[in-house]
């Protein structure tokens, strides 16, 4: 394959994830001996609870180290319709839940199951950076609504009605969100849905794997208990991955309509298989076990948002929303647009500013360009308090030295 031609225009048509580029560039300059502080990675830096290692090592004895069903083993089918009922007050039946190796092939399984070229994927902005190229990949084509700071990262009600069209296929609705960490509430996801209402040919992808992450006594509701006239046409999407630490794990579930769940289960059935037996296992553990540490870990991220959110308020130029979910912060660098670092440098763009940190500073960032809106950056703060404090004190200083 050296002659680049032959390779698929498809593959052509889409970018390697920036989130995991800056993550493993990060950790090559840490390996080169260079003192970098990593703001990039979307995944908790707790550890996976001992309850579910245990399980995972049962079933290893337990001799669960065989293929199963494709879409998921009736145990764990079990456990995610009790979880949708426990948490979220939606039935499924085994044949509405699918169950993947990550959310991500959730989504992958659910656009390659419905798209034809020509169909479009509305996508608000800023978006997680996977989203417009599964569509891509699919062979659809993604539409992006754009919100600001001013609408506080949140898609209105007119702004998905202008977007609409009868080539919409799906709405991706992402809350809490990555990157903004901005989530709906129950008020404004109503709001959208009477526009949806309105629209059939739309089917809604609801992403809700930071349903756990929420802060300030935030209600978390999900859209087709929100809006129950949507739940057929809603495919309602989560994961193992945030909130019990299992991003290694790989499994990522969701429920919606049975014919929908099945053409997911062809996809899969001729490409991956089964998810892991073995972290099938541990989600059973993850969803029927204790829950309690799960605010205990959200009230940790709470006290390193304010910290965040209040050190980089502090730094000349930035301007730091605070968010209601999520582990991330998207911060504004609208201030120091234009002006120069010490070496001469101009800030042009985001990943100009992104450069400056990482180059001169040892911080890595995600720019927002690879999130569909400028001039913003991505911090992660699913790290140490101490990290944290210390590269925001870095970026403070970044920014003072800006002229
Ligand atoms: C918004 C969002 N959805 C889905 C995922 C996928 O999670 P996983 O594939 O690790 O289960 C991520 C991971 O970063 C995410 O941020």
Redesign the pocket.
Known sequence: MSNPSSLSQRVQNIKPSP?LAITARAKALKAAGEDIIGLGA??PDFDTPDHIKEAAIAAIWAGDTKYTAVDGTPAVKAAVAEKFKRENGLEYSAAEISVN???????YNAMMATLNPGDEVIIPTPY?V??PDIVLLAGGTPVFVHTSIDTSFKMTPEALKAAITPKTKWLIF?SP???SGAAYTEAEIRALGAVLERHPQVHIFA?D??EHVIYDDFKFVTIAQAVPALKGRTLT?N????AYAM?GW???YAGGDAKLIKAMAKVQSQSTSNPCSISQAATVAALTGPQDFLAERAAVFQERRDLVVGMLNDAEGLSCPTPEG?FYVYPSLAGCAGKKTPGGKRIDTDEDFVTYILEDFGVAAVHGAAFGLSPHFRVSYATSTEALTEACSRIQDACAKLT
């Not at 990550?102 to 989504?107: C, E, F, L, M, S």
């Not at 994961?239 to 945030?242: E, L, S």
């Open positions: 989130t979307g995944e190796s990550g959310g991500k092939h959730t989504i997680w996977s989203y992402n969100s990555n990157p992403d794997i930071y999407m994961g193992v991955a945030k991003t790989r499994i990522g999520a």
